[in-house]
């Protein structure tokens, strides 16, 4: 416990400094209580710790504890230090061909192309890190071709490989808000913001637009740039769904809707399923600095496919070389995004742009004035790595 107390203490706080009475590590040791002596609810455990004894038994032992906080207190601090990797999913067409040129390669009418599941992790300045990628691939056993959400149940758990426990919310597109995919969600722990359109997951709807009418509270109005954004959301809404098997599922879910106005006429509507609560206080973080953070991956494409690195040739007509070239160019994409945002080459890129600093990159190594000798004995140090992520 002490050195635990002590980690607690190394913790930010977001709280506003007038506004703090608890400190953050007793609020923290309260919410242990709880669970070691195994309370239901917080209600159970506000009764069950408020009495004079605790206190004076904790504060013998952890001078740190000075005061009895209310459970309500910790269940907002923990809404506000809720913390994501923002891991973006989307597919994207390779390249098309009119002729056969391998059997995995999937097939419409006259074409043959090849697609793919693309996985990137998004960060909140806007960088996107290219992670993983999933090929659509006939298989000869198949009755079907293959598509992008049967690629989506083969990456994810080469993605929870990857990232291990790390808290991760999926952000992802119209094709996604359906049972398969927010059940294999709810199994790796992993949070997620799906667009849900209008026509998708109807009971759903129906219950949402219920609860807005029983519950119009539920709302926030603010102005975002030039536009003016009123949210609007449903919580706890049950969703039941039949698998192939014919097993019915059952899965808890939230939807929030968010309608948009600016300039004199215009409007956008945008809505997404959640798994998690809506509040005041996370809608606009949920929303705006995660879900739409999708856009990044889309981004990624456009760079990969029109600067530089020729994410749509093929260089290879053979299936297995021709995912071997793919990761090739992923990974020097992640090595570049890693080097051009480093701490050394920052102003650099500030100056030149990113494609003149790379530029500049290949000049220095096809020139002469490298000193060899240096960069060997910095090959034998120990490397570190400085972001200005």
């Known amino acids: 416990m002490p050195g635990l107390l002590e980690k607690f203490a190394r913790l930010k706080d977001p709280r506003r400094p007038g506004s703090i009475r608890h400190k953050l590590t007793v609020l923290m040791v309260y919410g242990l209580l709880l669970f070691i002596f195994q309370y239901n609810s917080r ?7 408020s ?3 605790i206190l004076d038994t904790l504060r013998s032992v952890f001078p740190e504890v000075d005061s009895i906080p209310h459970m309500d207190t ?8 809720e913390k994501h990797y923002v891991v973006a999913i989307d597919g994207t067409q390779k390249f098309t061909r009119t002729v056969p040129f ?8 006259s074409e043959n192309y090849v697609y793919l599941l693309e996985a990137a992790l998004v960060c909140p300045q806007g960088i996107v890190v290219p992670l993983l990628a999933e090929f659509c691939e006939n298989q000869d056993s198949q009755e079907k071709q293959d598509c992008e959400l049967k690629a989506f149940r083969r990456l994810a758990p080469r993605l929870k490989e990857l990232m291990g426990k790390l808290p991760l919310l999926i952000v992802a597109d119209g094709l996604y808000p359906n049972g398969p995919v927010m059940q294999i969600c709810r199994k790796n722990n992993w949070d997620f913001m799906i667009v849900l359109p209008s026509n998708c997951l109807k009971s759903v709807w129906e219950d949402a637009f219920g609860i807005h009418q029983l519950e119009p509270e539920q709302t926030r109005t603010q102005q975002w740039g030039d536009r003016t954004q009123a949210f609007w959301w449903a919580n706890e809404l049950s969703y039941v ?3 192939a098997e014919n097993k019915h599922h059952r899965l808890v879910l939230h939807v929030v809707v968010c309608n948009e106005t600016w300039g004199e006429n215009e409007q956008a509507a945008w809505a997404w399923v959640s798994g998690a609560p809506l509040t005041r206080k996370n809608v606009i973080n949920r929303c705006n600095r995660a879900a739409r953070h999708r856009w990044g991956i889309e981004e990624n494409f456009l760079i990969e496919k029109r600067h530089g690195y020729n994410y749509e040739h093929p260089f290879s007509y053979d299936w297995n070389a021709l995912k071997g070239w793919h990761a090739l160019m992923r990974l020097a994409h992640l090595i570049n995004i890693l080097t051009l945002h480093t701490v050394a080459l920052w102003e650099t890129v500030q100056t030149l742009g990113m494609r003149g600093t790379l530029r500049f990159l290949w000049q220095t190594f096809t020139g002469n004035w490298l000193d060899l000798s240096r960069l060997s004995r910095l090959r034998d140090k120990p490397a570190q790595l400085r972001l200005v992520i």
């Open 241 to 243: 769904w039949q698998d």
């Open 51 to 53: 009495c004079p004894g």
């Open 74 to 81: 910790l269940a907002r601090l923990l809404e506000m230090v």
């Open 102 to 109: 391998a059997p995995e390669a999937l097939h419409r009418k």
């Open 43 to 49: 209600r159970e455990a506000n009764r069950e710790l």
